[in-house]
């Protein structure tokens, strides 16, 4: 606030304004909404923490976009658009529609043969699946930000190695089948 400018008092609906957003918006937001100087709202949050509410300032800027294509929160899809998982499942689309096409290219009892020897081989087991966190006391809404968005980023990372395998199966399957087609 300006120095010799008349000082508002905090109203009812500053008051459940700033209960409401503490913590959702910038401190700086709010305090161009309610017309109060920084010191004044930390000193109001001050005030009604000793009062029992829970209320927090800090504001967690998120760090993740959704992804356009799946809908899930990335830290890949800021800079490529869409997320790593999306990107290695449209490559693998591709490499199985590539697949597909050497299959039919090969003979019958070939094709056979190759698809009954395929079935027999398995994959290795995955990662386990990162836990969403937990908490004893319930958490503050800038911890259970923060909290969430890195969940997010393991589960990216997770999903993107699960399918990185995937791929790397199918382009040695791919592979496979050019080179016994180059030697018939």
Known sequence: MRAGSAKRPWTAGDVRYLLDNAGNVPQREICR??????ESVKQMAK????????IDLRYYEP???????????????????I??????RRRLAATEGAISDLMRRLPADARAIYEET?????????DPMPKPPTYSNPPSRYQRRK?????DRAMEQWE????????????????????RLRNM
């Open 33 to 38: 909404k309610l017309k109060k100087s920084s």
């Open 47 to 54: 005030r009604l923490r000793i009062q029992g509410y829970e």
């Open 63 to 81: 760090q993740t976009m959704t992804c356009p294509a799946c809908g899930r929160r990335s830290a890949t899809a800021r800079e490529t658009g």
């Open 83 to 88: 997320c790593r998982p999306c990107t290695l």
């Open 118 to 126: 395929e079935a027999e081989k398995g994959t290795r087991a995955y």
């Open 147 to 151: 909290d969430e968005e890195a969940h």
């Open 160 to 179: 993107a190695r699960r399918i990185q395998r995937e791929l790397k199966a199918a382009q040695k399957r791919k592979e496979h089948i050019q080179r």
